[in-house]
């Protein structure tokens, strides 16, 4: 994926509260919201509604990635299957990762790096 970018096209990001989140660690995970203005880190199964580009220092705030194109890590241990390019059905894993579920949300996959273990997908 070095020979071409994706990064900040049609990007949107938000401020939000976090909760429990810690910077650097969780940067760059699948989040929910938690309650009304607030987001956490998804749970194994659940829906996110966007990734976390930045925590303050203090973990009270963060900015969210809610659409265009985002780099994400996936799970693809044991059972799981890799995600494919076009389109694949997407749940986080609960240790910050997606990975593929036919119940999730289907996402536009636009690059896949298997070494790395990173998707870039449309929010």
């Known amino acids: 994926m070095n020979d071409v970018g994706f990064a900040g096209v049609g990007e949107l990001l938000v401020t939000f509260k976090a909760s429990e989140l810690t910077k650097d660690a969780d940067e760059g995970k699948p989040v929910k919201v938690s309650e009304s203005g607030t987001v956490a880190l998804c749970s194994d199964g659940e829906d996110m509604i966007g990734v976390v580009k930045w925590i303050a220092s203090d973990g009270t705030t963060c900015s969210v990635q809610l659409k265009g194109a985002a780099a994400v890590p996936y ?4 059972e799981l299957s890799t995600p494919t390019v076009n389109y694949s059905a997407l749940v986080a894993d609960g240790a910050g990762k997606l990975k593929v579920d036919v119940s999730g949300i289907s ?5 896949i790096d298997t070494t790395a273990k990173t998707i870039i997908i449309m929010l």
């Open 107 to 111: 996402y536009r996959i636009l690059a």
């Open 75 to 78: 799970n693809d241990d044991g």
